[in-house]
């Protein structure tokens, strides 16, 4: 392991890819600021990378699903173990187990830290043993971070009404962890046929992957010509995965085109005219912030997360959740759009996304947090042009 100048920022969660691809200019201000920085996260592809940049990577052991006892108190020894070894200034959690176990190990290891709900996601989606098995563990965490961190209004209010939070002052509101408004810069909408939707994620149950394909079986018959895709893993881990079995089945049909995985989701964007997604629940969706910031108008379901992003009629339509009919209703009402005022949602939705979700402001919550928690001084990020207020 490369050695530590200093106390480092460390940020923790269940994979290590999410943190190279949703926070990697968090990761350069920390980094050009002096700030020692650890990436925490089960092992995968993105390590190299990572250390690339000037982190210092450390494999977890987790369990990504279920609440396995010996499992789940494994991670929990190994982060307590980590965090007085590394006695971190700052610890920054995400997703659910990180958020729990680690915020327990931070406490235990008495160093200060920041739970970052990313997303309630199957917990909250389902009443089962498990679901409250979690929900007891948030309500014993949630009483040591320094801070609890929601990406959307009702995520908050949902742990505010469930009395998971033992200090309700300690919770801030982000609206979203922000999109990189270069590298997903503003692409003109498609100007030959066929007209293109495309559902871009994990592919769940949950994420109403089904549901998006009955409407587009529904709208086959209507208009031959449109084109639906899938694109993201299948078979992954999780109890609402799709298996890849279920994806080729579609495939064959010829309901769906199935476009696989890809790093880089640009060019799927910039191919499609509307970016869907039909799901149950959100906390906020990566996939919407880019189709915004790419001029993208979307269908989504009137949900949490969802709806923090999409204005309805403004940037994009709403639906209701699991109800493929009224998925494809509104589906419909876009094909039944002129050019022009596709392209103004278009236009709007990138307006709205550089005024609200410039993940600069984001950064800069992280570095005022830093300072205040620390006494240091770090530089707050300059702000993107396109975000000056009128």
């Not at 050009?32 to 650890?38: A, F, H, I, N």
């Not at 949950?206 to 998006?212: H, I, N, P, R, T």
């Amino acid at each position: 392991m490369k050695s530590l100048s200093g106390q480092p920022v460390c940020l923790v969660s269940n994979t290590a890819w999410s943190i190279y691809n949703y926070r990697r200019r968090l990761l350069h201000r920390l980094l050009d600021g002096g700030w020692p920085v650890v990436v925490i996260a089960p092992r995968d592809a993105t390590f190299p990378a990572l250390e690339a940049l000037g982190c210092v990577c450390v494999d977890l052991p987790l369990a990504s699903k279920g609440t396995r006892v010996k499992e789940d108190l494994r991670t929990l020894l190994a982060l307590r173990a980590h965090y007085r070894r590394l006695r971190p200034r700052l610890i920054f959690h995400y997703t659910i187990k990180p958020n729990i176990y680690g915020t327990l190990a931070a406490a235990l290891a008495g160093r200060p830290s920041v739970a970052v709900t990313t997303g309630l996601g199957y917990v909250f989606l389902h009443r089962n043993r498990t679901a409250q098995i979690a929900k007891t563990l948030y309500r014993l965490a949630f009483r040591f971070p320094r801070e609890v961190w929601f990406l959307n209004r009702d995520d908050h209010e949902t742990f505010l009404r469930e009395k998971l939070l033992a200090h309700p002052e300690r919770a801030r509101l982000l609206d979203g962890e922000g999109i990189d408004l270069e590298h997903f810069g503003y692409s003109e909408m498609p100007s030959a046929p066929p007209f293109t939707f495309v559902l871009i994620g994990r592919l769940l149950w949950d994420k109403g992957v089904g549901e998006y394909v009955e409407a587009a079986r529904q709208l086959r018959a209507r208009y031959p010509h449109a084109r639906f895709q899938l694109l993201g893993p299948a078979g992954v881990d999780n109890p609402s995965a799709i298996s890849s079995a279920q994806v080729a089945a579609w495939a064959d049909e010829g309901v769906i085109e199935y476009l696989g995985q890809a790093d880089d989701v640009r060019p799927a964007i910039a191919a499609a005219h509307c970016v869907v997604l039909p799901s149950y629940r959100e906390g906020m969706p990566r996939t919407l912030l880019e189709a915004a910031a790419m001029g993208r108008p979307i269908v989504a379901t009137d949900v949490p997360g969802c709806r923090d992003i999409v204005r309805d009629g403004v940037t994009g339509l709403l639906c209701a959740a699991r109800d493929a009919s009224a998925l494809a209703a509104a589906m419909a009402r876009l094909l039944d759009m002129t050019p022009v005022e596709r392209t103004a949602l278009a236009q709007r939705a990138r307006d709205d996304a550089t005024r609200r979700f410039d993940e600069n402001r984001v950064v800069a919550r992280y570095l005022t947090l830093l300072n205040d928690t620390t006494g240091a001084a770090a530089p707050l990020p300059t702000t993107h042009p396109e975000t000056k207020q009128d």
